[in-house]
């Protein structure tokens, strides 16, 4: 008995030795590299406060406010900030960043640097130095500083497109103000779309990442920067196991385009798009959902004088396939400006190629408001509409065509997400000028078949799946 007891013991201390010789080693890795990331703080003076906002408070900024808490910026101190803007007093903040060449250039985030009038940065040898901006983006959230100093110690850029899921990746940075602080983990996936980051193709890790870390590398195992950690997942401004950084290939990107003009253009198609669902890609005669289903076409864009259409679904880009709508606007972004774009598309069926010049990509557009008017619905969709007035025309971006929804009961319209104060444009293929054409339209709907639904919401039109069951 005893003897089996020993060879028990000696099989799981066997077992645990395996273990632990599969597990990274970083300690070589920080040497080298820790001596490359540094430590930024900023300060922005202070505004005079304004009316209705208690001393101290800030107003949040760069995210939807129904997502605030959500994706959160992570660069303000650790005890919530100092009052800025609205608190009449100064404002500091802190983040991280490293050193791309000798003579001084350094990378952190935009938002990290965003409005500071003194930019401090601070060495891994106690040295501090007074950083001039020498550009930023804040579509990408890239921020180019430069120092005056040589000699400097350097990271090695990487490939992030060789990153695999699952591999383990390791982030030095000053999260609530603890310099060189080291966290690793591994790639949660890869190609992420965020709110507010429609160009970016973050790369998902559980590296922990808190207030502080924002601006700082993301290296590989080969000891090289694939990404700068940018935004985390949380419900409470911590680390909640959601990390998010930018590639390094869209950093160099903006980076080349700062140095070289001072700042960043992106590719522009001219186009709002969504993920096509399982129910759309029925309604489209596709056999799986896949493709960027085209909801609007912006007047004057390349999309537009390519004689791209309402309802095509873009499946490729240049020849890279496009599996959902997140993929496309990445790669027309990084596209230089005026240069040759190619898009196979699927057009009622039939597989289509169009070719356009690139667009530069234009300021945001604001979006129009939301009209509610409750009536009783009228019709076996369960929702009641009426025609647009002239006013209504002009605040919901002069639309030539559609109905708008003033009613909406439980039912098939309900589940398909219609809402009071949208606009109905098209059903399947057919553009909807007025109600009485849209009655006629709805009548002979055919029954238990998904048909796609294009609607305006709040300025921005989006494709919807409806089901008539009987």
């Avoid at 040295?127 to 890239?142: H, M, N, P, Q, Y």
């Avoid at 207030?211 to 950690?229: E, H, Y």
């Amino acid at each position: 008995m005893l003897e089996r007891v020993i060879y028990c013991v000696f099989l799981m201390a066997i077992g645990s030795q395996t273990v632990f010789a599969q597990l990274p080693d970083f300690t070589g890795m920080v040497k080298t590299n820790g001596v490359a990331v540094v430590n930024i703080s900023t300060t922005q003076k202070a505004k005079p406060a304004a009316k209705g906002m208690p001393k101290g408070q800030q107003m949040p900024e760069g995210i939807p406010p129904e997502m605030e808490e959500l994706f959160k910026h992570f660069f303000n101190n650790p005890d919530g900030g100092g009052g800025g803007e609205f608190g009449g007093e100064d404002t500091q903040s802190l983040g991280s960043g490293f050193i791309i060449s000798q003579d001084g250039y350094l990378l952190t985030n935009h938002h990290v640097v965003k409005d500071a009038d003194e930019i401090i940065v601070k060495f891994s040898d106690r040295r501090e130095l007074v950083a001039k901006l020498i550009g930023s983006d804040a579509r990408t959230d890239i921020a180019l500083l430069k120092v005056q100093a040589t000699g400097l110690p350097v990271v090695n850029i990487g490939s992030p497109n060789e990153l695999k899921v699952g591999e383990w990746v390791l982030a030095i940075g000053s999260p609530f103000g603890f310099e060189q602080s080291v966290t690793a983990g591994i790639v949660s996936a890869k190609g992420r779309s965020l709110p507010g980051g429609n160009y970016v193709p973050f790369i998902q890790t559980d590296v922990a990442i808190n207030p502080g870390n924002s601006g700082g590398p993301l290296f590989n195992m080969d000891g090289k920067v694939v990404g700068i950690n940018s935004q985390i997942y949380s419900r409470t401004g911590g680390f909640m196991g959601l990390s998010f950084a930018i590639p390094m290939d869209v950093v160099m990107n903006v980076v080349q385009q700062i140095k070289t003009s001072g700042k960043a253009a992106h590719g522009w198609l001219g186009v709002q798009i969504q993920d096509v669902t399982r129910q759309l890609a029925e309604s489209f005669g596709m056999k799986k959902p896949q493709g960027a289903l085209v909801s609007k076409i912006i007047p004057n864009s390349p999309a537009e004088k390519a004689g791209l259409q309402i309802g095509d679904i873009i499946t490729e880009f240049n020849s890279q396939p496009i599996e959902t709508s997140a993929d496309l606007p990445p790669m027309v972004g990084m596209t230089p400006i005026n240069g040759e774009g190619k898009l196979t598309i699927i057009r009622q069926g039939e597989t289509k190629t169009i070719e356009f010049k690139v667009g530069l990509l234009p300021d945001q557009e604001a979006k129009a408001p939301l009209y509610k008017v409750e009536a009783k619905p009228t019709n076996r969709l369960g929702i009641s509409v009426a025609d647009i007035t002239a006013e209504q025309r002009e605040s919901l971006e002069n639309i030539k065509n559609g109905v708008l929804v003033q009613g909406v009961e439980s039912g098939i319209a309900a589940d398909a997400g219609i809402q009071s104060g949208d606009v109905v444009l098209r059903i399947q293929n057919n553009v909807i000028r007025d109600v009485n054409e849209f009655d006629k339209i709805v009548k002979n709907l055919p029954v238990g078949k998904s048909v796609a639904v294009l609607i305006q919401r709040r300025g921005s039109p989006v494709f919807l799946a409806l089901k008539i069951d009987k």
